[in-house]
C-alpha cells in the first residue's frame, strides 16, 4: 500500500510506532474510499448530463468542479485529524499503559488499544470490545472497563451498550 494522505520521508515512517502505523493505513484507506466515491458521482453525473441531453454543457465542468472542492475539503481534514491521532499516539506511546491515565485532556490516549477517530464508531466498539474479552477474569474485566476515561470519551453514546455487552461475558 502507498501512503500519500501525508508526506513523510523514510526516517520519520521507520520511526512509526504500532498505533501509529495503524492510524496511518485507516487515514490511506479512507482517502482511497473518498477518491473512488468521486469518480463515481462525476461517472454518475456525467451519466445524469447525458440522458437529459446536456452531455455537451458546461454544467459537467461546474459539477466536477465542485465534486472537486468538496474532496479537496474532505482530504483537508482527514490529513488535519489524521495529523492530530498521529502526535497524540506519539504522546501516549512513551508513557506506555500507566495506571489511571490523566484527567480526560483532550485527545489524551493512554488506553491499551487503539484509539483512532477516522474508525467508524462500530469500528471503535470491536477494537474496544476486543481489548477487554481478552481480560480472562470477568470480574477484572468490568473493573477496569468501569474505571476507562477514555473509552467514555471515544465510544461516547456507545460506552454503556459496550458495558452491558462486556457484563454478558463476565457472568
Known sequence: MIIDVIELTEEEM?????????????????????????????????LLLLA????????YDEMCAELEEQYEKDLAELVERTQFNLANA???SGGGSGSGGDSGSSGSTDAPY??????????RVEVVQAYYLSVEDGIERMRQYAS???AREYLGDYYAALYSILQQYSI
Open 52 to 59: 437529459n441531453g446536456m452531455a455537451r454543457s458546461s454544467v
Open 114 to 123: 487503539l484509539v483512532d477517530y477516522n474508525l467508524s464508531m462500530l469500528e
Open 90 to 92: 506519539t504522546q501516549s
Open 148 to 150: 476507562d476515561k477514555v
Open 14 to 46: 521507520s520511526a512509526l510506532n504500532l498505533q501509529q502505523i495503524l492510524i496511518l493505513r485507516n487515514a490511506q484507506i479512507h482517502k482511497e474510499e473518498m477518491k473512488k466515491t468521486l469518480e463515481s458521482d462525476k461517472k454518475s453525473a456525467r
